[in-house]
Every structure is written in C-alpha cells, then in structure tokens.
C-alpha cells in the first residue's frame, strides 16, 4: 500500500504546484498559462482523489487477484459455507499459499467463458460435466495426467473415485478435470403428503404400474371444492424426465453419441406417459394450477414426489421437511437413472500450476470430501467418503443414491449440447402444454434441422406424417 500513497501524494503536491503556477500566471496577465495550469491543477487533484478513494478496492480485488491462488464456484448460500470450510481447512495445512475464493452467484458457465477468452480465469474452476466437451476444445483447460503422478500428491482416479465420475472428465484417456461431487436422480417424496393421503410408501424397488397406482391415491381434491390440492408428482424437464425414459429402454443419442436415436416405440412411451401423467391421469398439476414454486410446493405438501439428486436434499434438511428418498419405477428397460458429476479443472494459462493442483488434490481428499458428505450437497466423488454421506442425515435413505451408481447412465452429452437441449426443451414444452402429441413431438425432433447439422438423423421415410 506503500506505493498507494506514495502515488497520491505525489498528484497532490503536482496539483497545489500547478495551482500556485496558475495563481502566478494570472498575476502576470498570462490567461491561457493561467487557464492551462488551472485545468492541469484540477486533474492531478482530482486523480490523487481517486487514488485515495479507491485504491483499497483496487488492492483487494485485484492485488490480490495477482497474487493469490483463485477458486471459483457457484451455489447456494450453503454451498458457500460449504466452500468456506473446504478452504480453511486447505488453508490449515498450507498456510503459505495466499487463496482468493470468486463465488459466482449468477450465469456461471457464461461468465467463465469471458474470463476464459480474455485469458484472466480462476486458477481452479468448478466445472460440470455437459459443458465440458466443448470447452476442452478450445485448449483453456490443462491436461491433469501429469498432475495426479505428482510425488507425495499422486490421485488414483480409476481406483479410488467412482468410475462415471471420472469418465466424466476424461477424453481419449486425458483427464481434464478431477470429480468432486455429483450422483444420480431419483424420487424424492414427502412423508406427510403419503400419510396424509394413507398412503404406503414406496417400496424399495416398484414398477411403473405401480407408481401410477400410487400416483392416482396421492392426488386428491382435499376440501371438497372441485379443484385438486394435493397432487403426486412434478413433472420435470426432459433432462430430470431421463431416469424414466432410460427405464422405458429409449435413448436420445446412439453409444457413438453421433446418431439421432429419440425415435421408435420405446421413446413414443417414454414421452407418453411423461405427457399423460399431466393430462391424461392429471396427478401432476398443469402449469396454471400451481400458484407456488415447485420447491414451495412440495415443502407445503401440495406435491407429494419429484425428480432430483442428492444436490436438493441441504435445502429439505435445513428446512426440516420430513422427506425420503425412492428409486424409480422400472420399466420395460429394467432400472434407470442418469448421472451427473461436477469437477475441479486447472485454467491452462495458470502461472500456479503448482498451488493449483495442491488445492485441487486436497478438495478431492478425504478431509474434504468428508466435509461435502456432511452437507450431503452431493455423493463424494471419493468413494472412501461414502459412509459420511450416507449417515449425515439418518432418517433419510441417502444410500439408495448410493446403490444407484451400479446402474446409472451417462447423460447424452456432446459439444453440441446446449443446441440440443434447446430445441428439445423448446419441443418438450409444447408436449407438456398438450400442444402436440408424442409422436408429432418426436416427428419433429427427428426433422429438426439445426440437430440434423449436427448428427446423423433417422431417414426421412421413418418420419413421415401418417
């Protein structure tokens, strides 16, 4: 801060100079030197100001920023706590190393994508797995091999961390990114919405046939006034709708993830049932009938079930909803679910490659790990942290996200993702709003041309209108 003071001193001894050579100047009838130094005067008075006022914010933000090792992440206010822990335990072992943490609130992915264009990201960034592909592309993230062979600080991803974690982040045999938590979607529900209704809760494996039983008792006009209160299930968006659609045996993409496979009777059941528990059985409110958020809703008990993963269960722990966990219904696909991880990822223009990969090994260790099993934010990306995961909460059942890894699937994911999600959702919708029926959903899928640039799509005499 030296030099901050140094620096506005100076300007203001220059502008009380130019302020006397003014003064002197008009004394002497020379105007246009009197004027001169009078603005000159101004300037370096008002400049030193500046320097005086904001120099303290420019040293923290941006001092710092030189100097420290920076993290960023996005999340809840939770999250955030969570993250402060992570990094004062970091901080514990490695008091050298100065850390700056950039919580990110808002438009993370686009935010990182600017600072990662103009080559001034985060040392470490949090990092999910759909974007990934087409960020490794562009040669901003370091190549983490290398790194995890560090002595004294190796990783052992194929041992140690669970296998759809690491396939996440890995590309022809390259890790770009070292997991940290994720997990798999399941059914979470509402205990006091089922014994409201009588209603037994789910088994530990159920069919389809089943849920829908189940569904029907849930859903009820509760005070007598012709309109439903009480409804069983929240219908989510095509990538929460993926569990179920895995389980009917369809798909979006072929395992090459290059050809167009949302097509055939598999995926017209998927979409289906998905349109008709809305409209057809109605035990999911349509989008008018709930003047609430989803979330408000399910903590009222207005709905009974919906579709997440271990990530919504802090927020139903803190609020002390009485809530459990259910896997989804089988169907003619046998069990199903998509899993989803986020990593830590080294900015490959980093000048602390070194402090980097000591944050990243430590976030990723046992201590800390066992800190994000507390929160139960995710599953662990360590699978030796399991156990706190699934005991820090012992009313609810979180090892059946657990048990679920066996035979949870990847999520079709591509560098052409956002495209595709896009004009998915965009025609998801129309189907949910009973606009247009399944297979006219799917027709249109399989013809749209910004996907056909992008994969190989189902012949045209296959989508022919009947």
């Given at each position: 801060?030296?030099?901050?003071?140094?620096?506005?001193?100076?300007?203001?001894?220059?502008?009380?100079?130019?302020?006397?050579?003014?003064?002197?100047?008009?004394?002497?009838?020379?105007?246009?030197?009197?004027?001169?130094?009078?603005?000159?005067?101004?300037?370096?008075?008002?400049?030193?100001?500046?320097?005086?006022?904001?120099?303290?914010?420019?040293?923290?933000?941006?001092?710092?920023?030189?100097?420290?090792?920076?993290?960023?992440?996005?999340?809840?206010?939770?999250?955030?706590?969570?993250?402060?822990?992570?990094?004062?335990?970091?901080?514990?072992?490695?008091?050298?190393?100065?850390?700056?943490?950039?919580?990110?609130?808002?438009?993370?992915?686009?935010?990182?994508?600017?600072?990662?264009?103009?080559?001034?990201?985060?040392?470490?960034?949090?990092?999910?797995?759909?974007?990934?592909?087409?960020?490794?592309?562009?040669?901003?993230?370091?190549?983490?091999?290398?790194?995890?062979?560090?002595?004294?600080?190796?990783?052992?991803?194929?041992?140690?961390y669970w296998d759809t974690a690491v396939q996440s982040f890995r590309?022809?045999?390259?890790?770009?990114?070292?997991?940290?938590?994720?997990?798999?979607?399941?059914?979470?529900?509402?205990?006091?919405?089922?014994?409201?209704?009588?209603?037994?809760?789910?088994?530990?494996?159920?069919?389809?046939?089943?849920?829908?039983?189940?569904?029907?008792?849930?859903?009820?006009?509760?005070?007598?006034?012709?309109?439903?209160?009480?409804?069983?299930?929240?219908?989510?968006?095509?990538?929460?709708?993926?569990?179920?659609?895995?389980?009917?045996?369809?798909?979006?993409?072929?395992?090459?993830?290059?050809?167009?496979?949302?097509?055939?009777?598999?995926?017209?059941?998927?979409?289906?049932?998905?349109?008709?528990?809305?409209?057809?059985?109605?035990?999911?409110?349509?989008?008018?009938?709930?003047?609430?958020?989803?979330?408000?809703?399910?903590?009222?008990?207005?709905?009974?079930?919906?579709?997440?993963?271990?990530?919504?269960?802090?927020?139903?722990?803190?609020?002390?909803?009485?809530?459990?966990?259910?896997?989804?219904?089988?169907?003619?696909?046998?069990?199903?679910?998509?899993?989803?991880?986020?990593?830590?990822?080294?900015?490959?223009?980093?000048?602390?490659?070194?402090?980097?990969?000591?944050?990243?090994?430590?976030?990723?260790?046992?201590?800390?790990?066992?800190?994000?099993?507390?929160?139960?934010?995710?599953?662990?990306?360590?699978?030796?942290?399991?156990?706190?995961?699934?005991?820090?909460?012992?009313?609810?059942?979180?090892?059946?996200?657990?048990?679920?890894?066996?035979?949870?699937?990847?999520?079709?994911?591509?560098?052409?993702?956002?495209?595709?999600?896009?004009?998915?959702?965009?025609?998801?919708?129309?189907?949910?709003?009973?606009?247009?029926?399944?297979?006219?959903?799917?027709?249109?899928?399989?013809?749209?041309?910004?996907?056909?640039?992008?994969?190989?799509?189902?012949?045209?005499?296959?989508?022919?209108?009947?």
């Open positions: 801060m030296g030099g901050w003071m140094t620096t506005e001193l100076g300007l203001w001894l220059t502008a009380a100079a130019l302020a006397g050579l003014a003064a002197v100047a008009s004394r002497l009838d020379a105007h246009r030197l009197a004027s001169a130094s009078a603005w000159a005067s101004l300037a370096a008075f008002s400049l030193g100001s500046c320097v005086w006022l904001f120099a303290d914010t420019y040293h923290h933000y941006y001092g710092q920023k030189e100097n420290a090792l920076r993290i960023s992440y996005w999340g809840s206010y939770r999250e955030h706590e969570m993250w402060k822990e992570i990094v004062a335990a970091f901080r514990e072992r490695h008091p050298d190393i100065p850390l700056k943490r950039e919580y990110i609130t808002d438009r993370y992915e686009e935010k990182i994508q600017q600072l990662l264009l103009s080559n001034d990201a985060p040392d470490v960034m949090l990092f999910q797995d759909e974007p990934l592909p087409r960020f490794i592309t562009s040669d901003k993230f370091q190549p983490l091999n290398d790194f995890c062979r560090t002595q004294g600080l190796e990783t052992d991803l194929d041992r140690d590309q022809d045999g390259q890790a770009y990114g070292i997991p940290i938590w994720g997990g798999d979607c399941l059914l979470i529900y509402n205990r006091d919405a089922f014994r409201n209704a009588g209603v037994p809760e789910p088994p530990p494996q159920w069919t389809m046939d089943e849920f829908l039983t189940t569904c029907k008792h849930l859903t009820a006009d509760t005070d007598g006034d012709g309109r439903l209160d009480r409804f069983a299930f929240d219908i989510p968006g095509w990538v929460y709708w993926l569990p179920f659609h895995y389980a009917f045996g369809a798909e979006y993409l072929d395992p090459t993830r290059k050809r167009w496979a949302l097509w055939g009777p598999e995926a017209e059941a998927s979409f289906q049932l998905w349109q008709d528990l809305r409209y057809r059985f109605h035990v999911a409110p349509h989008r008018a009938e709930l003047t609430e958020g989803g979330n408000v809703a399910f903590l009222t008990g207005r709905v009974a079930m919906f579709v997440s993963g271990p990530w919504a269960m802090p927020p139903l722990n803190e609020a002390g909803v009485d809530f459990d966990i259910a896997d989804i219904p089988s169907g003619p696909g046998g069990h199903g679910t998509r899993v989803t991880w986020d990593a830590l990822v080294m900015f490959a223009g980093s000048t602390k490659k070194d402090w980097a990969w000591k944050f990243i090994h430590f976030a990723t260790s046992l201590p800390a790990q066992e800190i994000v099993a507390r929160y139960q934010r995710s599953v662990p990306a360590l699978k030796a942290a399991k156990d706190a995961f699934i005991h820090a909460n012992p009313k609810v059942q979180a090892k059946r996200f657990i048990d679920a890894l066996v035979y949870a699937r990847f999520q079709p994911i591509t560098e052409h993702w956002m495209l595709m999600s896009r004009e998915i959702g965009s025609e998801t919708d129309l189907m949910l709003d009973n606009r247009q029926t399944p297979a006219a959903t799917l027709r249109r899928l399989a013809r749209n041309p910004h996907l056909a640039k992008c994969f190989e799509m189902p012949r045209e005499d296959m989508t022919r209108d009947p």
